[in-house]
């Protein structure tokens, strides 16, 4: 087995198998269906879906970072803690139910969005070009979070 294919499977294990975690431990507090949502709001599970999608190019993102010996300390650090605010906003929306909250984490995980796209960008245009859709889904996301904060 190859180093590269090492370091990609690695890097898309690590947030599919976290978010699948995170999945398993909100399971039972879903209550999206049951709350009043904006126009836009897709059916749940479309959640699920875009998730796992954006987990992969997540990994394949860094993976390109790290197989190329592009992961600095700023990298790593932006990474890592995305993904840790990101793991983080399903359970204080979902089990604890704080709605407002959320809202101003998710506009937390939106900048560290925006701010990993750029500095991946900065050192591999792919690396970085491949975050989008995340960042995109980071906004729509920011936009429910609030319309169902206000509409409940």
């Given amino acids: 087995m190859s180093e590269k294919f090492k370091i990609y499977a690695k890097s898309i294990a690590i947030p599919v198998i976290l978010g699948g975690f995170v999945g398993l431990i909100i399971s039972g507090f879903m209550d999206y269906n049951s709350l009043q949502k904006p126009f836009f709001a897709p059916p749940s599970i479309v959640f699920p879906i875009v998730w796992t999608l954006l987990y992969i190019l997540m990994g394949i993102s860094y993976g390109i970072l790290e197989s190329n010996s592009l992961v600095d300390s700023k990298i790593h650090s932006i990474y890592y803690l995305q993904l840790f605010v990101n793991l ?13 909250f959320a809202f101003i984490w998710i506009v937390l995980l939106t900048i560290l969005v925006f701010v990993m796209v750029v500095r991946f960008y900065d050192k591999n245009k792919l690396a ?25």
């Fill in 128 to 152: 970085g070009l491949l975050q989008i859709p995340y960042f995109v889904w980071s906004l729509f996301a920011t936009y429910l979070n609030l319309f169902i904060y206000l509409l409940n």
């Fill in 88 to 100: 983080l906003w399903p359970i204080i929306f979902f089990v604890f139910k704080w709605r407002l």
